[in-house]
């Protein structure tokens, strides 16, 4: 009883002062949000470049490379837009004006080159702003000429092996059983459960791990403020145990965090539209994490001299680890030494555990990351007990 009163006292002192609010709810939905509109674009399916294209030529190649890869790009919504124009110098006009990203000059005789094994080549022309749309266009461009050269190669080697020099059209007419040989090799994209969190998700459960560790601060730092204020010799002089006195500032932080986890699961997922995955696998994620949060916690105010300092030392130590285990970028990208690093902080794990539920799994996916976030915890909170004792002194 005597370490719910000294809980509730803890959380209505903060819900007055509104601490808890801004770093339980509007600092970490405000940076979701901000991440989330700065990369989702990038992350995903559709890319954000206009594109222009000049036929120059008029031929069937270059229709081809028109109406049947351009502009299905456009209609699917994979690019922003694809405009034709009237000819190249208005086309590489766009491209220096920004009008558009990059633009597609096909000169004329494209199509008989194609057709007839001569020399030709499709000009890319992209903004000095839009590298990345110039590589987009030069890759399109490119595999559209690949395909081509691929034809022209396997019509080589037909003739090559019969002996002779095609006749007049028998070139032409062989263009579309080339064209229907199956390639070697290809890149194809099959239904497969991934892993990957969409860049809402990803940015909303990042920011939600980061200021966890942030919110339950609140609960375990009244230890030294009871201290600081001189109200820890009442308290030691009250009818109570000394256990009670902490496990009150534990349940303060275990609530704030808790609480604080769930609106930002329910905010985010109404607000910007990520998907956490199954309901009971995200709540044990969300518990494990509240429960490393205040083991680091407790560490750092059993060392701590005031409560200025362990909230410095928590800020510091909170966003090492938050920064470490990927919270601000997917870690897993740089490789090496750093991405096995990663693995030592509850942030990671965290994530890890997430992404198994993106992919389609229950609850039981989770259990060995929410194993180790847990134990992250209980082995830093319970070494922090050996020398708490020291701050319960009035």
Known sequence: ??????????????????????????????????????FAP?????????????????????????????????EQGILKEVREVGSADEARQLAADAEVDAAFVIPAGFSGAAQGGGASAIEVVANVDSPIAGQV??????????????????????????????????????VPEAMAVPAPSGLDEVAAASKELSADTYYSAAMAILFVFLTVQFGVLGLLEEKENGTMG??????ISRRAVVAGKALTSFILGVVSMAVLVAGTTLLLGASW???????????????????????????ARTAEQAGNLQAIIGFVLAMLGGSFFPISQVGGFIAKLSLITPHAWFLRGL?????????????????????????????????????LAP
């Open 355 to 391: 992404g198994d539920l993106a992919a389609g799994g229950g609850v039981g996916t989770v259990f060995p990351a929410a194993l180790y976030i847990a134990l992250f915890g209980l082995v830093t909170g319970g070494l922090a007990q050996f020398r708490i004792g020291k701050v």
């Open 137 to 174: 266009a030069q890759s399109v461009a490119g595999q559209f000429v690949g395909e081509i050269n691929a034809v022209g190669t396997a019509l080589g080697t037909y003739f090559t092996l019969v002996g002779r020099a095609p006749e007049p059209g028998e070139a032409e007419a062989l």
């Open 234 to 239: 009442r308290l030691l002089a009250a009818p």
């Open 1 to 38: 009883m005597a370490a719910l009163l000294i809980a509730r006292k803890d959380i209505r002192q903060r819900l007055r002062d509104r601490s808890a609010y801004l770093w339980g709810i509007v600092a970490p939905l405000g940076l979701a949000t901000i991440f989330s509109l700065l």
């Open 42 to 74: 990038i992350a995903g399916n559709a890319l954000d470049v206009r594109f222009a294209v000049a036929d120059q030529d008029g031929g069937e190649t270059a229709r081809i490379f028109v109406e049947q890869v351009l502009r299905p790009l456009g």
């Open 277 to 303: 995955g199954n309901s009971w696998g995200v709540a044990i994620l969300v518990l494990a994490a509240v429960i490393a949060a205040m083991g680091i916690m407790f560490v750092v105010a059993a060392f």
